[in-house]
């Protein structure tokens, strides 16, 4: 059984820092990338950014590009999201998800497991 455990979410004024990290365990875990996603009340989840583990290959989404970072950490297994100048539309529920596709285009990966989630609101 997979498990993915998201820590670092909080309640932060507009323009502040917050950075969310996803520790994955479990046995067989296997993954080939790790992304966060996000769900704001009343939206759909919608896709943050990616990392491949080969390569270190990065990929955000427009929204998010040059003010969130997507990193792995020392720690086998985690990754962590630097979040910088933060808005108020970025409030929402964060999850981070591991994906066991193949190939290198970030874009078309499927994510297989997915945590609990963690509260993110920025205060404006």
């Known amino acids: 059984q997979v498990q993915l455990d998201e820590s670092g979410g909080g309640l932060v004024q507009a323009g502040g820092s917050l950075r969310l990290s996803c520790a994955a365990s479990?046995?067989?875990?296997?993954?080939?990338?790790m992304g966060w996603f996000r769900q704001a009340p009343g939206k759909e989840r919608e896709f943050v950014a990616a990392l491949r583990w080969s390569g270190g290959t990065t990929y955000y989404a427009d929204s998010v590009k040059g003010r969130f970072g997507i990193s792995r950490d020392n720690t086998e297994n985690t990754v962590s999201l630097q979040m910088n100048s933060l808005r108020a539309e970025d409030t929402a529920v964060y999850y981070c998800?591991?994906?066991?596709?193949?190939?290198?285009?970030?874009?078309?990966?499927?994510?297989?497991?997915w945590g609990q989630g963690t509260q993110v609101t920025v205060s404006s």
């Open positions: 479990g046995r067989n875990f296997g993954s080939t990338a």
């Open positions: 998800a591991a994906s066991r596709s193949a190939g290198w285009y970030l874009p078309n990966f499927v994510y297989d497991y």
